[in-house]
């Protein structure tokens, strides 16, 4: 029986892992589960998948949480903040780690997890964007097995049949939906609003990650994911426009194969393929008909005038050091911000030029350098959001 850990369980992600657990209760049994400030959420799951610990990152609902367990009757033990889900996450209550956590907080608990060598089923981006050196390292030297779950280095994943050898590759392409403003011009994106920019047209997510899909910065940590995961450099990493979200990635290799992992927009079939690997196990996803989805395969290059936050992510990877975690601080600072209506759609990718131009770049050699570049580059994106003259100013620079 695989033991699995689901951190970020009341999320989109951790509810399609959930699902496909259910579907396998001879192999697979939800023993972890963690939720950051949903209590009630947790709760209900737990009643749900009577796991054997639960955590909540907010410290202030411990209470809330034990109590509701010991109410329901369940044998769940109630644990609460960042320390204890990290404990969890490096020990024997679980054999996979599902790292669904958004943004930099989930970074200590995916480090726990790989360092005590588990099966790490990575959706948690910023943990590679900003310590993509370090983890990788962590991995190694706990014999973790990282496989990515977003669909994209999933894809990747698959076509590679698990081979980290990618000295046989030429180039990863990455395709994007294009988002819900596909075909917009800069000037048409001024006025959009939040509601629109969390209305992705394939995928269903939270709103910070369908904001960056709808910038294309999702795609611009994705760049920066794949160079870490893979080896591959920046300049044989491409991002191409998919607006059917049918073909998740292509792998070219040396000897002129071009390998493309198909499948319809469902996080289940990725979260199978970690679960289950090497075997595959089923999803609950149907299987792809070429036909009944239009039967045409459409590609086309990104529009950087529009979307520049993927050229951003791109100067980020190039520069390296400390540059993608300050990229990252700052794009997390601006989504929150433009979420909250205080700074409008193509501010984002201002205040996140201006933190670059601004924060000094320095080598990624620990994980405090690393997070005191995150917390530098947040404090100064958040003086330019109450700035806005000075941002746009910066960005020009």
Known sequence: MQRVAVLGATGSIGASALDVLTRHPDR????????????????????TYRPAHAVIADEALYVRLRDGLQ??????????????????????ACDTVVAAIVGAAGLSSTLAAARAGKRLLLANKESLVLAGELLMAAAREGGATIIPIDSEHNAIFQ???GCNDTATLSRITLTASGGPFRGRSRDELAQVTPAQAVAHPKWSMGPKISVDSATLMNKGLEVIEAHHLFGVPSERIRVLVHPQSLVHSIVDFIDGSSLAQLGLPDMRTALAVGLGWPQRIESGVGALDLLSEGGRLEFEAPDLDAFPSLALAFRALEAGGTAPAVLNAANETAVSAFLQGRIGFLSIPDIVTATLNTVPMQPADSLDTLLAADVRARALASALIDSPASAHKLART
């Open 28 to 47: 697979l049994r939800a023993s972890v589960l963690a939720a950051g400030s949903q209590v009630d959420a947790l709760l209900a799951l737990c009643r």
């Open 71 to 92: 109410e329901a009757g369940l044998p769940t033990q109630a644990h609460a903040g960042m320390p204890a889900l990290d404990t969890l996450a490096g020990s024997d």
């Open 159 to 161: 076509c590679l049949a």
